[in-house]
Nanobody, 123 residues
Framework: QVQLVESGGGLVQPGGSLRLSCTAS????????MGWYRQAPGKERELVAV???????NYKGSMRSRFTVSRDNARNTVYLQMNDLQPEDTATYLC?????????????????WGQGTQVTVSS
């Protein structure tokens, strides 16, 4: 009923930048929170940044200075601008939509994940 499609990952040199995008589609009435998590091989999934429909954002502390999350509510799209990327940022970045309300008359989960986009930082 709801699909999340990420784009924008790739290979970048240390100090470089990338901008990730994630668009939610389907029978959506509203989405309360959208954001990004990441998971590196052998590590647990961790929060990167999330943003509510009213624009309030939350970051994992160490990323606040380099990453910026933003959102276009009309397009159900969330972005992650990542600057000064470092090798430790290498991971699969996953988009999440939470507090999803479907169109009237439909029922389904309120939480959805994208398939992930790979970010590799290497010289």
């Amino acid at each position: 009923q709801v699909q999340l499609v990420e784009s924008g990952g790739g290979l970048v040199q240390p100090g470089g930048s990338l901008r990730l995008s994630c668009t939610a589609s389907g029978s959506i009435f509203s989405i309360y929170v959208m954001g990004w998590y990441r998971q590196a091989p052998g590590k647990e999934r961790e929060l990167v940044a999330v943003i509510n429909s009213d624009g309030r954002s939350n970051y994992k502390g160490s990323m606040r200075s380099r990453f910026t999350v933003s959102r276009d509510n009309a397009r159900n799209t969330v972005y992650l601008q990542m600057n000064d990327l470092q090798p430790e940022d290498t991971a699969t970045y996953l988009c999440n939509a939470g507090g999803v309300r479907l169109q009237p008359g439909l029922q389904g989960p309120s939480d959805y994940w994208g398939q992930g986009t790979q970010v590799t930082v290497s010289s």
